[in-house]
């Protein structure tokens, strides 16, 4: 696990493609940008939010499909696609179609619950069915059985001139492999280690039996590997936000620094009744980031990271902060950057 002279494996990012509301375009073409230049400094992965009526991408599937036909090597993932919102039917469909596309690169995350402010939105999003949705863990198994090639139909074969399958097409065999949810719980990281998938573990926690953010996302790590049938070696990513300032100007980091003393507060206690508990952001040169990872509990049990971009920076901070990220920071956490060929 990574320790000073253990190399880190893998390097990928997370950005939650912010755009203007009123000229979309420019936003959606920095993200499409973004992985660009992730693929080019030789980041193992890129990972997309998804955020519904909100000023972040909402299809992620759709810009990691765009993103697909502009990269050649670097690896796609969700982080985390909130199932609520999802047919599980429809979106298996989806997303063997952008893992067909971008030749079996995708990892998509997900998780489950009620979509936020549901109350507001359910009568658009399920007008008719609103109060039977089943928004437990039922709706990612049920993803799981269509997306490993399960039935999903009670019909197939010929039907005049078409052709009819009954399972999901397209199929794309090593998918299943890549599925990821996104755990703050204990009964989370349990549930995904016990149904085979990868543990996407963030920036946030829930606050079930302590305040010690590292400590909690290091129990979460353990239940998830015990519960796991492939045990230590069942994948884990961790995702916190990094900002590294090697090559930033003085007004960069005036401004970094402005928001993380802005966005600590709410890393001291618990927060709401979900008691959600988020882990101070990283700032600084990347050997003093380095330092601070290497105490941390939860980072010394991965061997897999997708740092988090801040969210409100502008274009080229995004440019400075992953030049910094591939060129500083992952060598100091012993890790090589992926070259095309």
Request: hydrophobic share 40%; charged share 20%; no cysteine.
């Amino acid at each position: 696990m990574p320790r000073p002279g253990i190399p880190l494996e893998r390097l990928g990012f997370l950005t939650i493609g912010l755009f203007d509301g009123d000229d979309p375009a420019p936003g959606h073409e920095s993200t499409l940008r973004v992985i660009e230049l992730g693929e080019q400094l030789g980041f193992d992965s890129a990972w997309v939010r998804d955020r519904h009526l909100q000023y972040g991408i909402s299809s992620p599937v759709a810009v990691l499909a765009a993103a697909s036909q502009r990269t050649t090597r670097i690896e796609f993932g969700t982080a985390v696609t909130p199932l609520g919102w999802e047919n599980p039917l429809r979106f298996a469909e989806d997303l063997a179609t952008v893992d067909i596309l971008s030749g079996g690169r995708l990892n998509p995350g997900v998780s489950v619950g009620p979509p936020m402010h549901y109350d507001d939105v359910k009568s658009a999003l399920y007008p008719d069915t609103a109060d039977a949705e089943d928004f437990s863990y039922e709706r990612v198994d049920r993803l799981l059985r269509l997306v490993a090639g399960e039935s999903a139909a009670s019909f197939h074969g010929i039907e005049g001139f078409e052709q009819f399958s009954e399972r999901v097409q397209p199929y794309s065999p090593g998918l299943r492999q890549r599925m990821w949810y996104g755990g703050a719980s204990l009964r989370s990281a349990q549930w995904a280690g016990q149904h085979w998938m990868n543990l996407l573990t963030s920036s946030v926690v829930r606050a079930e039996d302590s305040a010690d953010f590292a400590q909690i996302q290091l129990s979460h790590i353990s239940a998830f590997r015990a519960a796991h049938p492939a045990g230590d070696a069942a994948r884990v990513s961790q995702g916190l936000v990094v900002i590294p300032t090697d090559s930033a100007s003085a007004e960069q980091r005036a401004r970094y620094a402005a928001y993380v003393a802005a966005r600590t507060p709410r890393t001291t206690s618990p927060q709401g009744p979900g008691r959600m508990l988020f882990a101070p952001d990283l700032l600084g040169s990347s050997s003093q980031i380095a330092d601070m990872l290497y105490q941390h509990a939860g980072f010394r049990e991965v061997t897999e990271v997708a740092f988090a971009l801040p969210f409100t920076f502008e274009h080229a901070d995004y440019v400075q902060i992953l030049t910094d990220m591939a060129g500083n920071l992952g060598p100091a956490l012993g890790w090589q950057p992926r070259r095309p060929g």
